[in-house]
């Protein structure tokens, strides 16, 4: 499994998408094949279709068999139907160009060789020169500076060698500039494509070497539907891949994107189209800037560029301050922490059937309650049902489709089914549903009664005053949670009540 990589997972088991990556199309109960052997880990899974990769998730382990396979590195597909007990299958196959991660440490070492650098001083104008080798007396130097020939033995006292080491070519991200690994083959900071990727690093995890070796000579894999003919993610499949070789074929005879060179061919084929002429009048420009004059002149130009640089420096000083208090004062004014990366949309449209549905929209709920209802310091959670309806309705599920209160209660009730079991569905005082973990309702419970014994006479606002410990005022506790959860304490006889005209106010039972 060489052309597959490592997956970065949700706790709901769902994928992490990239920077301007889109779901297209979702299938399940499929199995993996590296050529005819069959991968005995990756039998059962979810398969997503991206806009820039294949990705298997495994339904047994899926933090550890989660892969995906980048479209970029696939070369053609071909489809084979089911025939009797054997399932219908997509034949994938790889690019030849995509090596392994031990061939690439190779490629890599040894294009970061140490060069030795010669420096040396001009002995008329002073200027430090550098030469690349180790100096000799046949070889015949000249300044960059004044253009004056020097012999070797007036600057033999001045020569200095260092040994650098040569940096492979930098991988720059085309869309932010972004200077990246060369073995990433996506932008680590906006996940976009990387023309300069020099290597595509495989880490296959495989317990015999040779079948591993075996594996490494196949140049095809194949994906293996069990509960669908896989004519759908076929088609999608090949209308995605057909899109990518007819941009890559608009796009041939580009030479930079953003400022960055994404085509060498194109740019060698630039630089070769000078003339000869050309050549020799720039060689013969730059030679004729020599002597007294020549220094005079690159004073000058030196100071110029100095004032120009300096006036361009405060500038931009400027500028950078300026980002950097609007930057402190959104910091402020918000009260998010952390970015939220991009989310799978979880379209009816996508799905073969309603059972499939309801598993992806449970493991939807189950991550978004997580994140948006979660206490910032004890980690519990506890929400009523129909509060959590309608925040997922307004927040995930606009320009989707709602779900209905009926499948919000379904989905719910599928988190031990799918191995959710940080998260249950359970009623309080046997009638309001609420999704809480599994110590919250004890928490809670403990939380008040303290509360109430350290302030008597509080109510329920003072009480989720109290349990707010943000200076913001954000609760991390709803009110309806609030108020069945102090009936129950009332019904259990921990807490009494006072009932006036003002509202109700509670008292810890110190009487019976």
Known sequence: MESWHHLEITTSGRPILRENEKDVFIDYSVGLYHGKIRVDDKQKGR???????????????????????????????????????????????IKKNVITKQTAKKLYNKETNDVTISSWTCPICFFDNEYKGKLTKDISLI????????????????????????????????????????YLTNCELCGARLNHSQFSVADPNTKNKTRTQKQSKIAYVQLSFRKSDGTLFYQSLEALLDKIVKKDICNKDVVTVNG???????????????????????????????????LERSRENQLANNDILFNSALSDMNKLISLANNIERLYKGSNTTDAKKPSLIVDRDKFLNKDLFLDEISRDIYEYAMTESQDNETSNVMITLVDLYAMYNKAMRIGTGFISPEEMREACERFPKLGLNELKLMKINNRILCICST??????????????????????????????????GKSNWTTGVLNEILQNAVNDGSLVIDEQLTGIYFYKNDFW
């Open 47 to 93: 398969l997503f279709l991206t806009s820039q990769r294949i990705i298997y998730v495994d339904d047994i382990n899926p933090l550890k068999n989660s892969i995906f396979l980048e479209l970029n590195n696939i070369d053609k597909i071909d489809y084979s139907s089911s025939f009797l007990k054997r399932s219908a299958r997509i034949i994938i196959f």
């Open 260 to 294: 960055v060179s994404v085509n060498d061919k194109e740019i060698k084929r630039f630089q070769d189209g000078f003339t000869s002429n050309e050549q020799l009048y720039m060689i013969q420009e730059k030679f004729n800037s020599v002597g007294i004059s020549s």
């Open 143 to 182: 300044c960059e500076n004044c253009g004056i020939p020097a012999q070797f033995d007036s600057i033999s006292e001045s020569v200095k060698t260092k040994i650098v080491k040569q940096q492979a070519e930098k991988n720059i991200c085309p869309s932010c500039t972004f200077i990246n690994h060369p």
């Open 439 to 472: 110590n919250s309702l004890n928490y809670v419970t403990a939380q008040i009664t303290n509360i109430v014994t350290k302030n008597p006479g509080s109510d329920i606002l003072g009480i989720n005053q109290y349990l707010t410990p943000n200076d913001d």
